[in-house]
């Protein structure tokens, strides 16, 4: 881990950039633009998105303004929830495709295992929905295909019904909130997880303790957060409007947490909460 563009390897060989941009949040048109292009201009070659996060076609616009090759972009977006069936799935990345402005997405995940509109029958929706994540693998529209949100018993549904497994989880992870049923039933499987949330929505800058250790390091408490990400195999997704802070989020190449320091630092208390349960969530 030298540099933002070293990667980690999907099992089908498609290569990641280890540090990527996170674009959850940033709804207005204006400020994702700008974000996203800031991003890049600061040497992020990873964006993340999502239908539902509002904000696919100024991403899109970003990433062609930038003038960087699209082969050089990792782009990944994700289906929402209202749309698990067969026929709304394939309808549904065709229209992130045209607000991307884009004729592939290198990653495309479910965003969450067990939508509410869905939840009565959750086995079949899930089969038909992956089916769909399947022929737009198959397609070349999707360069990998993985889900979001997925704990160890959506996995398990999820793997009976397979022909092409998930290639990565995404799931929120942060200092003191590891998941580490989850973490390891996705890495048992092959898949890379990926941390969206990195620095806990920023209640995680409270904490005593990664101050002392930013401290020691000459470096924010986010980027502790982010490095620990990294070294612990994970594919971190901070996100930040500020161009500052955007630009300081990705300068974590030039230190190493020792291993003290990083046990310290998976142990800390859960500053942030509980993520949202999947079989709960009212959406």
Known sequence: ??????????HNGIEVPIIGFGTWQIKDPKIAYESVLNALQAGYRHIDTAAIYGNEEAVGKAINDSKI???????????????HTYKKAIKA?????????????????????????????????????????EDTYKSGKAKAIGISNFRPHHIETLLDVVNIAPMVNQIRLYP??????????SKMHGMLLQAYSP??????????????????????????????????????LPKSQTKERIIENIDVFDFNLSNEDMEHIKN????????TDPDTAQY
């Open 93 to 133: 990345v065709d229209i992130s495709l045209k607000k991307l402005k884009t004729d592939y997405i290198d990653l495309y995940l479910i965003h969450w295992p067990n939508p509410l509109m869905y939840r009565d029958d959750f086995e079949n929706s899930i089969a038909e929905t992956w089916r769909a994540m």
């Open 176 to 185: 003191g909130y590891e998941m580490e049923e989850t973490a390891l039933k």
């Open 1 to 10: 881990m030298k540099k933002s563009t070293d990667t980690y390897k999907l």
């Open 69 to 83: 090759p699209r082969s050089e972009i990792f782009l990944t977006t994700k289906l929402w929830n209202d749309s």
């Open 268 to 275: 800390i208390p859960n500053y942030c909460g509980e993520g």
């Open 199 to 236: 620095l806990g929505s920023g209640k995680i800058f409270e904490s005593q303790e990664l101050q002392e250790i930013a401290k020691k390091y000459n470096k924010s408490v986010a980027q502790v957060c982010i490095r620990y990400s990294l070294q612990q195999g994970y594919n971190p």
